[in-house]
């Protein structure tokens, strides 16, 4: 794909982004994050891209990774997820963040906590190291002794599934 083909199709690949921003975070500044990285991302993988083809499922793809990516990176995030023996610590308050904001963050953060306790417990060991330790593949392999294509299939997988029930728990 060339440039002037990707920027004719990059505004619908970023309203799909931004979706899937807001899906997640349920705001637009944050959403705007993940729709200004999803695009960067894909514009690294420009040549692989076929010409005329659809990229609406892959943007969605790109757009969920970068959700998680830009949760991991927070500090204060609302989605610091506990160890399943460990007490649901609500996210600190932000300052001028106000109580109806501090109390979409704790639903949000629970929401998470909950869709990763319902994880496998192979799924959500893998999970854990790799979405909040921030190991690497690498290192992940080295602990576990497993493949490093099996490590990203199941993360994926978890990944998939998270998301997939913050949604639906959101929608309640």
Request: charged share 35%; proline share 4%; net charge neutral.
């Amino acid at each position: 794909m060339t440039q002037e083909e990707f920027e004719h199709i990059a505004p619908a690949l970023r309203e799909l982004m931004l979706s899937v921003g807001r899906s997640f975070f349920g705001n637009d500044d944050d959403a705007e994050d993940v729709a200004q990285e999803g695009l960067v991302a894909l514009l690294k993988f420009i040549d692989r891209m076929e010409s005329g083809a659809r990229h609406d499922a892959l943007a969605i793809r790109v757009a969920k990774h970068c959700c998680l990516d830009i949760a991991r990176k927070r500090k204060s995030s609302p989605f610091v997820l506990c160890r399943s023996n460990e007490e649901i610590a609500p996210p600190g308050k932000d300052v001028g963040a106000s109580p109806h904001e501090t109390l979409e963050a704790k639903e949000l953060h629970e929401a998470v906590d909950k869709a990763v306790q319902h994880l496998k417990p192979s799924e959500r060991r893998l999970f854990e190291m790799r979405q909040i330790e921030g190991l690497e593949l690498d290192d992940i392999a080295k602990r576990t002794n497993i493949a490093k294509p099996s490590i990203k299939s199941i993360v994926s997988a978890a990944r998939k599934k998270v998301f997939e029930e913050i949604k639906e728990r959101l929608r309640k």
